[in-house]
């Protein structure tokens, strides 16, 4: 565990399956090649990789070098975050992998809350880094109060963030609680909350090649999605839920509550954790670097 605030699923690598059979090996090796050069490219864009155009294009670019078809709004759309000139737009988003990254960014870019181990981490510590990421430190409890107003702060400020409240990740997009950190700034700062849903399917049929779970290792996932054959990841956004001039009654508890039923499917939010933290693309204990982004 890395801090007080992490989260254990009991997802693990065994729950990693894929729905059809893989590819050869051969084919696999080929999208290796395209995918690295892909990263690469990205790397050397430097500080201009948070150009949203630019994040937006590369994101997409990685997910296709890896035969990922992205379902969902259109592409620079404006489909996540609510009309500019108010508060950003708070989105909270269910954790299954870190290709959840890249999916999301190749829908809309926004600032990603991180903890700030994941900025040290290869190929992802670099691109997380370029791209403008937040970094908080998550080990010192103390810290909370501080990063809730920080959190507050750049939503005042107009800029849409993306959170990841489960704090670990989960093998299916209708699992796991959602802690309340989080909502409590949208509330400070009159942020609408987006509930974002992301899910993994190969030729319809719903799949956990893509899950990045418990012990598993940055190699192992990215192999078995090298080799996952007709490979999506859905992006669902639900309609936005309003803080400002809100009900008296709407507390950071309900606002979770309503965020999690959208996410997950409907699914009752039971089991949401008090207190909480946000929960940055990674959230969960690693072995070796980088895991649960």
Not at 24 to 38: D, I
Not at 42 to 65: F, I, K, S, Y
Not at 171 to 193: E, H, M, S
Not at 198 to 209: D, E, I, K, N, R
Request: glycine share 10%.
């Amino acid at each position: 565990m890395n801090g007080p605030w992490d989260v254990r699923s009991d997802c693990t690598p065994g729950c990693a399956a894929h729905a059809l059979p893989p590819l050869p090996a051969a084919g696999a090796v080929r999208r290796s090649a395209v995918f690295a050069y892909r990263v690469r490219r990205a790397l050397t864009d430097g500080a201009r990789l948070a150009e949203p155009p630019r994040l937006r294009d590369r994101a997409g670019a990685l997910l296709d070098a890896l035969g990922i078809r992205l379902d969902g709004p259109a592409p620079g759309a404006g489909a996540l975050t609510c009309p500019a000139g108010g508060p950003g737009t708070l989105l909270v988003v269910n954790h299954i992998s870190w290709l959840d990254i890249p999916a999301l960014l190749a829908v809309e870019p926004v600032t990603l809350l991180a903890k700030r181990e994941v900025g040290g981490w290869p190929v992802v510590g670099g691109l997380a880094r370029r791209a403008g990421t937040h970094f908080i430190d998550r080990t010192n409890p103390r810290q909370l109060p501080c990063i809730v107003r920080e959190l507050a702060e750049l939503l005042g400020s107009g800029r849409s963030v993306a959170v990841f409240p489960q704090a670990t990740t989960w093998c299916t997009a209708d699992r796991g609680a959602f802690r309340r950190a989080t909502f409590q700034a949208a509330l400070d700062a009159g942020a609408p909350v987006r509930p974002v849903t992301v899910a993994y399917s190969q030729q319809g049929l719903p799949s956990t090649v893509a899950a990045f779970c418990g012990e598993d290792t940055f190699l192992a996932s990215l192999r078995r999605v090298l080799a996952a054959r007709a490979l999506s990841v859905r992006v669902t956004a639900h309609p936005a839920l309003t803080t400002a001039g809100r009900d008296p009654g709407l507390d950071r508890r309900e606002l979770a509550a309503r965020a999690a039923r959208a996410v997950l499917g409907g699914r009752p939010a039971g089991g949401v954790p008090a207190g909480g933290v946000p929960a940055g693309p990674v959230a969960a204990p690693v072995r070796d670097a980088p895991a649960h982004v």
